[in-house]
C-alpha cells in the first residue's frame, strides 16, 4: 500500500496565484512518486484579517467606507457574534483549497476538495475556538484509493447543530495533524516561510541555529511560550497520536528532489526515537523563547482564605480567557497579591469581568494591570538531568540589569515575565549565555 504523506501550506504559501502554482507543481511530485496525498491548506495571506475586517465595520455601526449608520436604528456591537465570525472566516481556506484543486488539475492531477463540514471534522461549539472531536476518515480514503489527491480545508469544522466553526488562528496546523491522525499517515509535512525550527527567533539573534530536530515536549513548551513555527494544538495532537511531524519551507524549488526535501527542514520526534536517540542525549537547551502577546494582571489585597483562586479565575474561565502563569504572594495581615498573565487581546475583557464580577465578591481592594510585558524562557529536556540550568538564566538577566517580575517552572522549561522594553535584550543575552550560538545546532551548556 502507498504511503499516506499530508501537506499543510500556510498563508504566505498560498499567497498569490504563482505560489499556489508551485504548491500544485510540489504536490503532484510527491503524488506522482507514488504516495497517497492529503493537502490542508491555509487562506491567502491576508485574507482572514480582510474577512474579519469587513465582519468588525458591520458591526461598529460603520459603513465599510466610514460612514456613520442612521443613528436611529444603528446597534453597534462590541463583540460581533461569533458564529457568524466562523462563517464568514470559514470561506477563506475554501478559496485556497478550491483554486489548489484547479490548479492540480492543470498539472494533470486529479484533484478534489472538501470543506471541513464535508469530511466530516466534527468539533464542540466554542465558535472561534473549536476543538475538534473526531473526524470521519471514509470519503478522504474512497477518494485516496481512487487515486486523487484530497484537499481538506484547514482551520475549520462543523458542530453537532451543523454550524461552522474555526480553530482559531494557526488553526490549519491543528486541522492538519489531526487529519494525519486520522489516516494514520506516515508524517504530516508543515509547509511554512521558514526552513525549520530555530533556536529563537533568527530576526531578533541573527547567530539562531537551525535544529535537524526536536522533541514535542521541546516543541509544545517552545509553542506554548511564544514560538510562532507551529500553533500550540497541533503540537498537543502531534505528541498524543505520535504523528512525525516536519517543519520545512515551501519557498524552495518545487522540483527539487524530493529524497532531499523529505530529510529537510526540522522533525519533531519522539525523545525515545532511536534515530535521534545520541542527539537527544547531548541536548541541554534547545531554544529561547519569547512571547510578548501577554499582559499581567494583579488583584490587590484579596483576602487569603481557601477557595479564593477558584472565586477570581472561576468567572474568567467562563468568559473563555485563558489564564497562562499565575503568582500569588505571601499573606501579610490575613491578605496577599493574586496575579497571573492572559493574552492581550483578552487582557481589557478580563478587566472587564473582574471589576464586574470579582472585585467586590472577593473582597480584594483593587484590579491592577500591565499590558506591557514579555515572557522570555528557555527550553530543553535536557534540564531533567542537568543542574545550575535557573541560576546561569537569572545571573544572565542580572547581568543585564533586567527585573524578573514573575517566574514559572516546569520538567524542561523557566519562563520569566519582565517588562518588554528588555525582551531583545534578553533573549540575545540568554541564547548567548547558553552557548546557542555554535553552529552544531541542537546544544547547550551546563554551567
Known amino acids: 500500500m502507498s504511503k499516506l504523506i499530508v501537506h499543510k501550506y500556510g498563508g504566505t504559501s498560498m499567497g498569490s496565484v504563482e505560489r499556489i502554482r508551485n504548491v500544485a507543481r510540489r504536490v503532484a511530485k510527491w503524488h506522482r512518486a507514488g504516495f497517497q496525498m492529503v493537502v490542508v491548506p491555509s487562506a491567502m495571506s491576508g485574507e482572514t484579517n480582510r474577512l474579519l475586517g469587513l465582519a468588525k465595520a458591520c458591526a461598529t455601526g460603520f459603513g465599510a467606507d466610514g460612514v456613520a449608520l442612521d443613528a436611529a436604528h444603528a446597534t453597534p456591537q462590541a463583540h460581533p457574534s461569533a458564529r457568524e465570525l466562523d462563517l464568514i472566516a470559514a470561506t477563506g481556506e475554501q478559496v485556497s483549497s478550491g483554486l489548489l484543486a484547479i490548479a492540480l488539475q492543470a498539472y494533470g492531477i486529479d484533484a478534489v476538495s472538501f470543506a471541513g463540514w464535508q469530511v466530516p471534522i466534527r468539533t464542540d461549539s466554542a465558535f472561534t475556538k473549536a476543538r475538534i472531536e473526531s473526524i470521519d476518515d471514509a470519503k478522504v480514503r474512497t477518494h485516496l484509493n481512487a487515486g486523487r489527491v484530497v484537499i481538506i480545508t484547514g482551520f475549520q469544522g462543523v458542530d453537532s447543530d451543523g454550524d461552522i466553526t474555526t480553530l482559531g488562528r494557526g488553526g490549519s496546523d491543528t486541522s492538519a495533524v489531526a487529519v494525519a491522525a486520522a489516516l494514520a499517515a506516515e508524517e504530516c509535512l508543515i509547509y511554512t516561510d521558514v526552513d525549520g525550527v530555530y533556536t529563537t527567533d533568527p530576526r531578533v539573534v541573527p ?19 511564544g514560538s510562532k513555527v507551529l500553533q500550540i494544538r497541533s503540537v498537543e495532537f502531534a505528541g498524543k497520536y505520535k504523528v512525525k511531524t516536519r517543519v520545512l519551507s515551501s519557498l524552495t524549488d518545487p522540483a527539487m528532489d524530493l529524497a532531499i526535501e523529505a530529510s529537510s527542514g526540522t522533525l519533531i520526534t519522539f525523545e525515545e526515537d532511536p534515530d535521534g536517540a545520541h542527539t537527544m542525549e547531548q541536548a541541554i537547551i534547545s531554544g529561547i ?11 490587590t489585597r484579596v483576602p487569603d482564605q ?3 483562586a477558584f472565586r477570581i479565575l472561576g468567572p474568567i474561565a467562563d468568559a473563555n480567557i485563558d489564564v497562562d502563569m499565575i503568582i500569588q504572594n505571601a499573606s501579610i495581615d490575613g491578605h496577599t497579591d493574586f496575579s497571573f498573565t492572559v493574552h492581550r487581546n483578552e487582557y481589557q475583557r478580563a478587566i472587564e469581568v473582574l471589576n464586574a464580577k470579582v472585585l467586590q465578591d472577593v473582597g480584594a ?4 494591570g500591565d499590558a506591557k510585558i514579555a515572557k522570555v524562557s528557555v527550553v530543553g529536556i535536557g534540564m531533567r538531568s542537568h543542574v545550575g540550568i535557573a541560576s546561569l538564566m537569572f545571573k544572565t ?8 517580575e514573575m517566574i514559572s517552572t516546569s520538567e524542561i522549561k523557566i519562563s520569566a515575565v519582565i517588562a518588554d522594553r528588555y525582551m531583545e535584550l534578553a533573549v540575545r543575552a540568554l541564547h548567548k549565555a547558553f552557548g546557542l550560538d555554535a553552529p552544531a545546532g541542537h546544544v547547550g551548556t551546563s554551567n
Do not use: C, H, W, Y
Not at 291 to 299: C, M, V
Not at 365 to 368: C, L, N, R, S, W
Not at 397 to 404: D, P, Q, S
Open 365 to 368: 481592594a483593587e484590579v491592577i
Open 306 to 308: 481557601p477557595g479564593v
Open 397 to 404: 538577566l542580572a547581568e543585564e540589569r533586567i527585573n524578573i
Open 289 to 299: 523563547a519569547f512571547n510578548r502577546d501577554e499582559a499581567k494582571i494583579t488583584l
Open 207 to 225: 547567530e539562531a541555529q537551525r535544529l535537524a530536530r526536536i522533541t514535542f515536549e521541546e516543541m509544545l513548551e517552545m509553542a506554548s511560550l
